[in-house]
């Protein structure tokens, strides 16, 4: 049946998936509003799918539910090491902070004559401390793009300050019920969020960027690994693969028609229900993944297109949207709210030069320091 080994290439394909929903979102997403009326088969053909690229923002929930199967799996694996905690802030270190860092340090050498980064010294903070998905607002466009789509790593990083230490200390049991009850609370807790404190200029909503109110995603991913590893479970699944099938099914149907309705993430019933059922399919579909590696899903994750974009995916998401931004300021035209083909084609572009950037920052920067970074060992 399924293995479970050290690196699951399946997951890479996953990642790659992820990435591409973000860049899809970012790219070719301009939020056409209902009075935006084309002609020509063509303008109308591109409009109908980008009504379906609004939904691009998912990708970020399937990143958070890659994140909890992996880091909780591999807490699992080892909580019982004497290097638990040191090995595993060392990796993360190596793999988060460096390009990170690196990636703060060019916006400071682009603005440094300007003044505009000195003059942000609260901004300054936040972004070194990923403290970015507490409201941080962004004065500039440069700013915006440059740093925005960070929000989701301090969501990250503060994951990584928890759940080490509550994996460590709690018995699986205990472990089962906390998943479960954090599933069921971040729902209403984005709920309070979204009615009581109101989005500042130039920021993300809150209930869309705090750790708590996204830690269902986190709590599925833990979740799935939990169950990855009770051999009970996988061999139950063995016998009942048609109804993992049956319900991934069943929330696919879920996933279209909130996208058909309501497919923005700051709508009301996404914030509600909309995004735990979403981790929740993302969650059946890792699963799926795992459990049938001769299965459509697991073919497909193993492409090597797709492994390739998944295995650049943290330096794509971090620099993609100033990438775009860029190709957007080169023609003119940053922030659109209506297609035009000299847009579609200068964010083609960008997306190509911004896979090439990463492929070159993988091989002489990332790849590196994540070699140094495994030498250290549980």
Same mark, same amino acid.
């Given at each position: 049946m399924a293995?479970?080994?050290?690196?699951?290439?399946?997951?890479?394909?996953?990642?790659?998936?992820?990435?591409?929903?973000?860049?899809?979102?970012?790219?070719?997403?301009?939020n056409p509003g209902a009075d935006h009326h084309t002609t020509g088969l063509i303008r109308k053909t591109f409009v109908f799918f980008e009504k379906f690229f609004a939904v691009g923002w998912s990708g970020v929930d399937l990143f958070f539910v890659l994140s909890g199967f992996l880091i909780g799996g591999i807490l699992l694996d080892v909580r019982a090491s004497p290097h638990y905690f040191k090995t595993f802030y060392l990796r993360r270190f190596y793999r988060i902070v460096p390009i990170y860092y690196?990636?703060?340090?060019?916006?400071?050498?682009?603005?440094?004559?300007?003044?505009?980064?000195?003059?942000?010294?609260? =901004?300054?903070?936040?972004?070194?401390?990923?403290?970015?998905?507490?409201?941080?607002?962004?004065?500039?466009?440069?700013?915006?793009?440059?740093?925005?789509?960070?929000?989701?790593?301090?969501?990250?990083?503060?994951?990584?300050?928890?759940?080490?230490?509550?994996?460590?200390? =709690?018995?699986?049991?205990?472990?089962? &019920?906390?998943l479960i009850a954090v599933i069921l609370v971040a729902p209403i807790l984005r709920i309070w969020v979204? #009615?009581?404190?109101?989005?500042?200029?130039?920021?993300?909503?809150?209930?869309?960027?705090? &750790?708590?109110?996204?830690?269902?995603?986190?709590?599925?991913?833990?979740l799935v690994a939990l169950l990855w590893r009770n051999l009970?479970?996988?061999?139950?699944l063995t016998g009942h693969s048609n109804f993992l099938r049956a319900l991934t099914g069943l929330?696919?149907?879920? &996933?279209?028609?909130?996208?058909?309705?309501?497919?923005?993430?700051?709508?009301?019933?996404?914030?509600?229900?909309?995004?735990t059922w979403v981790d929740v399919f993302y969650g059946l579909v890792m699963m799926l993944a795992l459990a049938a590696p001769a299965g459509p899903i697991a073919v497909f994750a193993?492409? #090597?297109?797709?492994?390739?974009?998944?295995?650049?995916?943290y330096c794509l998401y971090l620099i993609h949207d100033a990438v775009r931004f860029g190709a957007g300021l080169l023609i003119k035209t940053a922030s659109p709210h209506a297609p035009s083909w000299a847009l579609v084609a200068a964010n083609a572009v960008a997306a190509v030069i911004s896979y090439l950037i990463c492929r070159v920052s993988w091989v002489y920067f990332?790849?590196?320091?994540?070699?140094?970074g495994h030498q250290w060992k549980y």
């Amino acid at each position: 049946m399924a293995r479970q080994t050290a690196r699951i290439p399946e997951l890479d394909g996953l990642r790659g998936v992820a990435i591409s929903l973000v860049i899809v979102y970012h790219y070719f997403y301009y939020n056409p509003g209902a009075d935006h009326h084309t002609t020509g088969l063509i303008r109308k053909t591109f409009v109908f799918f980008e009504k379906f690229f609004a939904v691009g923002w998912s990708g970020v929930d399937l990143f958070f539910v890659l994140s909890g199967f992996l880091i909780g799996g591999i807490l699992l694996d080892v909580r019982a090491s004497p290097h638990y905690f040191k090995t595993f802030y060392l990796r993360r270190f190596y793999r988060i902070v460096p390009i990170y860092y690196a990636w703060i340090s060019a916006y400071l050498l682009l603005t440094c004559y300007s003044g505009e980064f000195f003059g942000r010294a609260r =901004m300054v903070a936040a972004l070194f401390l990923f403290l970015q998905n507490f409201g941080l607002q962004y004065s500039s466009g440069l700013a915006s793009a440059w740093f925005l789509p960070a929000w989701s790593l301090a969501v990250e990083e503060q994951f990584y300050l928890i759940a080490p230490l509550v994996i460590r200390l =709690m018995s699986k049991r205990r472990l089962y &019920m906390l998943l479960i009850a954090v599933i069921l609370v971040a729902p209403i807790l984005r709920i309070w969020v979204y #009615h009581h404190i109101p989005v500042r200029p130039g920021s993300l909503a809150l209930d869309y960027t705090l &750790m708590p109110c996204r830690a269902d995603s986190l709590a599925i991913g833990i979740l799935v690994a939990l169950l990855w590893r009770n051999l009970v479970f996988r061999e139950w699944l063995t016998g009942h693969s048609n109804f993992l099938r049956a319900l991934t099914g069943l929330f696919l149907v879920g &996933m279209l028609a909130l996208f058909v309705w309501t497919p923005l993430k700051n709508s009301q019933l996404i914030q509600c229900v909309g995004i735990t059922w979403v981790d929740v399919f993302y969650g059946l579909v890792m699963m799926l993944a795992l459990a049938a590696p001769a299965g459509p899903i697991a073919v497909f994750a193993r492409t #090597h297109w797709l492994a390739e974009i998944g295995r650049v995916s943290y330096c794509l998401y971090l620099i993609h949207d100033a990438v775009r931004f860029g190709a957007g300021l080169l023609i003119k035209t940053a922030s659109p709210h209506a297609p035009s083909w000299a847009l579609v084609a200068a964010n083609a572009v960008a997306a190509v030069i911004s896979y090439l950037i990463c492929r070159v920052s993988w091989v002489y920067f990332e790849h590196p320091l994540l070699r140094r970074g495994h030498q250290w060992k549980y």
